[in-house]
């Protein structure tokens, strides 16, 4: 191993074409619509979320959204969905590193989310 070697790794460098693939294998329809959901980049609130995945799902509640939520975590990224809670609401949005990677996993235009 030489310097150039060394000093090549030495910052983190995600594989971002690695995580594109992880996103674009996601098969469980609830868990794609929650991320289409998310996909403006802002902070939707569980119920929102809930609503939006009822339509299609009539089993889906906030235990199960918890689930998926850590499911996706898990599968993609450690950060990929951050959580807040805001007066003992819970919210939660696509980290602001993957948004567009998850854009182009989904093949949404970005223009239609501004």
Sequence with gaps: MNMDDLAENKFYKPSYSHLFNRIKDIKTPIKNEILIALLDGHWHSELELIRVTKRQHGFIGSVTLGTMVTSLNHYIKNNYLQKK??????????????????????????????
């Design 85 to 114: 809670i805001v007066n003992s609401k819970l919210y939660y949005k696509i980290s602001d590193n993957y948004v567009g990677l998850t854009r182009a996993a989904y093949r949404f235009d970005a223009n239609d989310f501004l």
